[in-house]
């Protein structure tokens, strides 16, 4: 499975759009790019999944450039209630077994 | 749908008690996984069952943890002896596997552990 890169934490205030950025240069050509989120005391939930150039649904923007070693998560507009770590994680779309990295922790202030 | 049911919510234990988790997945969910949460490691994959067959066990820590699924309603993580360090919140998680769909897994609310 493709190793992955995001930074431990992020700062935003209320009505901001964050992007948080995901490295994984070694993607294979099978593998897909795919976020969950997490709140404190909860599991997982998945946000969005993608394989190249955007993918958007109800809750956030997925930007995945040509070379596909990176993708970019996009929450528009967040509110307190986006304060949750999220993961990018990538491997090949039949591929059950999921690794999980350290995440991102993003804190949504006032 | 109810969505993934884990229990007990919270376990509070002595050392060398044996501790049984409990999860039902999701009606219709095929496969089954077992993670571990900490704030040192993160989260584990300890364990995936596919239509009840293990059949991934490498994240499982040692010989005191075993899992098993005898039916596509539920499975069970038992840990005997315990010991303070296997203090974490434990994750179930399922997916129905087909092909051509997003593979989505949905996460219980967990098992907060505490070994003392």
């Known amino acids: 499975l493709a190793k992955t890169t995001q930074p431990i934490s992020m700062d935003s205030y209320e009505g901001q759009e964050v992007n948080i950025t995901c490295s994984h240069n070694?993607?294979?050509?099978?593998?897909?790019i795919t976020w969950y989120q997490q709140f404190p005391s909860q599991g997982p939930r998945f946000i969005i999944q993608?394989?190249?150039t955007k993918v958007t649904n109800e809750v956030a923007s997925l930007f995945i450039p040509a070379d596909r070693k990176s993708s970019t998560l996009s929450l528009p507009r967040v509110s307190l209630s986006d304060t949750a770590v999220y993961y990018c994680?990538?491997?090949?779309?039949?591929?059950?077994?999921?690794?999980f990295g350290k995440g991102t922790m993003l804190l949504v202030s006032p | 749908d109810a969505g993934v049911i884990q229990s007990p919510r919270h376990e509070v234990t002595e050392m060398g008690q044996e501790v049984t988790l409990r999860c039902k997945p999701i009606s219709g969910h095929n496969s089954l996984f077992w993670y571990r949460q900490t704030m040192m490691r993160g989260l584990e994959l300890l364990i995936y069952f596919n239509n009840n067959v293990p059949i991934d066990d490498s994240g499982m820590p040692e010989d005191r943890f075993s899992a098993k699924m005898p039916n596509a309603s539920f499975s069970t993580l038992k840990i005997q002896p315990s010991e303070p360090r296997d203090s974490a919140v434990y994750f179930c998680a399922s997916v129905r596997e087909t092909t051509g769909v997003r593979y989505e897994q949905y996460f219980g609310p967990g098992t907060r552990l505490t070994v003392t």
């Open positions: 070694n993607i294979a050509t099978n593998d897909y």
């Open positions: 993608g394989y190249k």
């Open positions: 994680l990538v491997g090949e779309r039949g591929y059950s077994t999921l690794t």
